[in-house]
C-alpha cells in the first residue's frame, strides 16, 4: 500500500492524489458493534455475493459482518478467529465453514473480502486484493431472524466483538471480481457503489454520516443505515 503523508487534513499518497482524511469506527471488544437496519436475508444464500471491508484488529478473534442466531441453527459470519479468517454457514443444524491458512499481523491495516460463486460451489478470501484461499463448499440457504451486525454476532452484543477499527464494509449481491476486488483495496475511499450490485456500503463517518451522532449511514440506494453501540467514530489516515 502506498505510504501517506497527512498535510492540512488531507491525505495526500505517493502517487499525488490528494483525498480527504479518513474515517473508521474504533471498538474496543466490549459491547462495541454497528446494528443495521436489516437482516439481508435475501442476499446470503445459496447465490452470487460479496463482501469487502478494511479492518485493524488488535485482538485474536472478532466478527467483521453477521446475520442470524447460531441458537437456531441459522445464521452467517465473516470474522477473525485466532487471527485468521474465517465463515460460517448454519442451517438448521447444517453447518459449512472455512479457515484461512493465514494469519493477519495485529495493529496493521488490510482490506479483506469474501466472495461466493454459486454456479462453481466456491467460497474465496481476499486479502489486500489477491486471492488468499479457495474453498470449494456447497452453501446452504440461510434463513436470518435478526438484523445483521458489524463487529460483533448478531445474535449477540457480547459475544465475537472486533478489538480495534473497521472501516468501509461493503455488501454486493453478486460476484465481484477479483480485478474489482483489487480496486476496492486500492484505496480506503474507493467508491464501492462503483461495483454493479452494491446493497450496502457504510463508510463509517467519511460519508454524510460525519458528525451526526450515532448514525452510520448506508452510502448505497438501499438506507440500510446503522446505528453505532457503544464504539466512536475516528479519523487519521489509514496506511
Known sequence: MPSLGLKNNLAVSSSGVVRSTDYWVEMDG?????????????????????????IYHSGDTGTIFSTGHISSGNAFRFQITSDKLKFYFGQSGTYVSGTASSSLTDNTWYQVGITHDDSEETVKFYVN???????????????HDTNA???????SATSGELTGRIANVAIFSDLVTSGEMSNLASAHSY???????????????AGTEAGSGNTIYDMSANSNNGTLQGGTIEQGTIE
Open 30 to 54: 466490549i459491547s462495541d458493534y454497528v446494528s443495521l437496519s436489516s437482516s439481508f436475508n435475501s442476499y446470503f444464500d445459496a447465490k452470487d455475493w460479496s463482501i469487502s471491508a478494511w
Open 129 to 143: 486484493g489477491s486471492v488468499t484461499d479457495t474453498f470449494t463448499k456447497n452453501i446452504p440457504g440461510v434463513v
Open 149 to 155: 451486525r458489524i463487529g460483533s454476532l448478531a445474535e
Open 191 to 205: 467508491d464501492a457503489t462503483s461495483i454493479g450490485n452494491c446493497v450496502g456500503w457504510w463508510r463509517m463517518g
